[in-house]
Each structure stands twice: as structure tokens, then as C-alpha cells.
């Protein structure tokens, strides 16, 4: 009986394999760098979003000290009839039965 002899060696199959694969993804890796550094959405866009987040944050800190200006403007209201006078006459002009406001104009 004859033995056949494979001349196929699976470990160089292998090698070869890993090879191709290893530069398909070196190739992949380096085409999508290039298109992310020179693209129209790549750094520049990273770099506006970022800009943007900055200010969105700055804008919640801006409106949460507000909102705290605000509720302690509306406790003060609840708890003072003092606060309640003082928006009529300041901000509705208005007066008390038997008050004369004078109105003088502004500059």
C-alpha cells in the first residue's frame, strides 16, 4: 500500500491566514483614520459637539441658580404680605384705596 503524502501543512494555512488578517485590518484601521482626521464630521465636528455640551452645561447652571432665585422669590410671597404689596405697587403700579401715585417718566 501506497501512503499518499499531503503536501498541504495546516500551521502555514494558518499563518498565511492570520497574516491576510492582520493587514486587512491594518489596511481598514489606517482608511478609516484618514476618513475620520480629513473628513467633514471627523475632529472639527468632535470638537464643535464638545463646544456645544460646554454650553449647554453652562446654560443648566445659569437656569438652576434661577430656579432658586425663583422659589425663594415665591416663599418669600407666601410667607409676607410686605412681598405681595411690593409686587403690586413695583411691578402692576397699582395702590392702596385713597393713595395718590405719581408717575414720573422715564429718561
Avoid: C, W
Wanted: net charge positive.
Amino acid at each position: 500500500m501506497h501512503s499518499a503524502v499531503s503536501t498541504h501543512d495546516p500551521r502555514r494555512a494558518t499563518q498565511v491566514t492570520l497574516k491576510a488578517v492582520t493587514l486587512l485590518s491594518g489596511v481598514l484601521t489606517v482608511v478609516f483614520l484618514i476618513s475620520f482626521f480629513f473628513s467633514d464630521g471627523g475632529i472639527a465636528e468632535l470638537h464643535h459637539a464638545r463646544k456645544r455640551v460646554e454650553a449647554l452645561r453652562s446654560d443648566i447652571t445659569r437656569l438652576e441658580q434661577e430656579n432658586i432665585r425663583l422659589r425663594a422669590e415665591i416663599e418669600s410671597v407666601k410667607r409676607s404680605t410686605y412681598a405681595v404689596e411690593r409686587i403690586a405697587r413695583e411691578d402692576l403700579a397699582m395702590s392702596k384705596h385713597g393713595e395718590i401715585v405719581y408717575m414720573l417718566p422715564k429718561k
